[in-house]
């Protein structure tokens, strides 16, 4: 009995292309992670945030994180901005957060947010810059008040 071997020769030029092609999708897979390692975190942000979930959004933010209210010019520490969680549940009733993600560059995310309060609703910019996972500032600039353009 003969057995008969066909091997395929690969050339120069096309293996190169081949290497080059998968060193691209390892190239982009790292990049990706850190931005989806991002957004998982504003996710979970919002979702506690919704919810005045004070003890998720401190498990969040780090130590020295700040919330930054530019249009009112107010800057609370991480301790006022969890203490002001009840009074923020009970002032938005059930108001619901809708957002996207906008870009996000190095360590800072920007997210356009929809707050759906029961009487109104309102368009905020938010940009996050994270630090080993956790929050260390939420920065908060009006947009419109309204979500039309959401």
């Not at 931005?35 to 996710?43: F, G, K, L, N, P």
Request: with cysteine; net charge negative.
């Amino acid at each position: 009995m003969v057995w008969r071997v066909r091997a395929r020769i690969v050339e120069a030029p096309e293996l190169l292309k081949n290497t080059f092609f998968a060193g691209i999708v390892m190239v982009l897979a790292v990049l990706q992670a850190p931005v989806q390692a991002q957004a998982d975190v504003i996710a979970r942000w919002f979702a506690a945030l919704e919810k005045a979930d004070a003890p998720a959004l401190d498990a969040l933010m780090s130590d020295d994180a700040v919330v930054v209210l530019d249009d009112i010019d107010v800057e609370q520490s991480k301790a006022e901005f969890l203490a002001s969680m009840e009074q923020w549940k009970e002032s938005v009733g059930d108001a619901k957060i809708r957002y996207r993600l906008d870009g996000t560059e190095g360590e800072v995310s920007t997210v356009l947010v929809c707050y759906d309060f029961p009487s109104n609703d309102m368009m905020i910019r938010e940009a996050f810059t994270l630090e080993a996972g956790k929050v260390r500032e939420s920065r908060q600039s009006h947009v419109a008040d309204d979500c039309d353009a959401f």
